[in-house]
């Protein structure tokens, strides 16, 4: 069960991280940009998934429960002012990873739609 939904959590994550490179692929039909909006009120739920469930299971899969973390982080950015004892640190740490949102985006669907296969 747990295995599901954090491959669903990989599948929607990676599609609201690496939308800006899935929409140059689907050309002109948007289909991309009407799931990202779609899935963008549940985006806070969708980054807290990615970060706890690989932390549970952080044994099953070193390479997938980091690249799940990483882009549980990217989704939280919005979220870390809420957070004052660990603002600076998450922030840094997320400015860091903005230059790889998309290619964590693309990863994290692949993997998603791998694991659910």
Do not use: C, W
């Not at 939308?19 to 807290?48: C, M, R, V, W």
């Not at 640190?89 to 998309?102: E, G, H, I, N, V």
């Amino acid at each position: 069960m747990i295995g599901i939904l954090l491959s669903i959590a990989q599948i929607t994550g990676g599609i609201l991280l690496g939308i800006a490179t899935l929409d140059q692929l689907d050309g002109e039909s948007n289909f991309f940009n009407k799931i990202a909006d779609a899935l963008e009120p549940f985006q806070t739920a969708i980054g807290g998934i990615l970060i706890i469930l690989p932390l549970i299971t952080f044994r099953s899969s070193f390479i997938y429960s980091t690249l799940s973390l990483l882009g549980g982080i990217l989704l939280l950015t919005h979220v870390f002012g809420k957070v004052p004892s660990l603002e600076t640190t998450l922030r840094k740490l997320s400015d860091q990873l903005m230059p790889f949102k998309a290619l964590i985006g693309i990863s994290l669907l692949i993997i998603g739609l791998l694991r659910l296969f």
